[in-house]
C-alpha cells in the first residue's frame, strides 16, 4: 500500500519542483498533518458515506482553499475523490521524504534507552552526516527494551549498538 502513497506525494512534489515551491507545500502540508493530527474525526468527515462527495470536497476547500497553494488543496481534493483520504498522513511523510532528499537532508530515527545529552547528540549526529553526506535531522525516541547502547535507522540503513542486539549475537554464536 505504501507505492501509492508514494506515487501520490512524488505527483505533488513534481509540481513544486516545476513550481520552484517545495518549501512553500512542505509548510502547507505541515499545517495540514497538524490539522488532522488534532482533528483525527476530520478525516472521518472526508471518508463519509453519509455526506456527499461534493460536499467534502468542499468542506477541503473552505477549510484550505484560501491560504494554501493551489495544488496542495487540488491534492487534498484528488485524495478524497479516490477514497484515498486516510493515506494523508503516509502520502505527507512521504512528500517530506522526497523534499529531504532534495535538500540533502536525511532524518535518522535514533533510539537509545536512557536519553542522551546534549554531548551525545551532537556527536552522533555528526558522525551521521559523515556517513550519509547530508545534513541529518534527528528524532530521538527511548526504547527502554535496548537495555543500553543506541540503535539508529536512517535511509533504510539500521545501525544496532544495543546490548540487546549484541545478547542476540551471543545467543545465536551459543544455539549455533
Known amino acids: 500500500m505504501m ?3 508514494r506515487e501520490y506525494a512524488e505527483a505533488l512534489f513534481t ?10 507545500y512542505s509548510d502547507a502540508l505541515g499545517t495540514v498533518k497538524g490539522v488532522v493530527e488534532e482533528n483525527p474525526e476530520y478525516i472521518d468527515f472526508l ?7 461534493p460536499e467534502r470536497v468542499q468542506a477541503i476547500d473552505e477549510a484550505f482553499g484560501e491560504s494554501f497553494p493551489e495544488n496542495v488543496v487540488s491534492f487534498l481534493k484528488i485524495l478524497c475523490e479516490n477514497g484515498r483520504i486516510r493515506t494523508l498522513l503516509e502520502c505527507i511523510e512521504e512528500y517530506g521524504k522526497f ?7 536525511t532524518v535518522a530515527e535514533i533510539y537509545s534507552a536512557v536519553p542522551l545529552d546534549a554531548e551525545q547528540k551532537k556527536k552522533i549526529c555528526l558522525k551521521l552526516s559523515k556517513v550519509t553526506g547530508k545534513d541529518v535531522e534527528a528524532v530521538y525516541i527511548i526504547d527502554e527494551s535496548l537495555i543500553g547502547g543506541i540503535r ?3 535511509e ?21
Open 15 to 24: 509540481l513544486a519542483v516545476e513550481e520552484g515551491a517545495v518549501e512553500e
Open 47 to 53: 471518508c463519509s458515506p453519509a455526506i456527499s462527495l
Open 152 to 154: 539508529i535507522e536512517v
Open 156 to 176: 533504510g540503513k539500521t545501525f544496532d549498538g544495543s546490548i540487546r542486539h549484541r545478547l542476540s549475537e551471543v545467543k545465536d554464536v551459543i544455539i549455533g
Open 99 to 105: 523534499a529531504m532528499e532534495l535538500s540533502s537532508k
Open 3 to 5: 507505492q501509492t502513497e
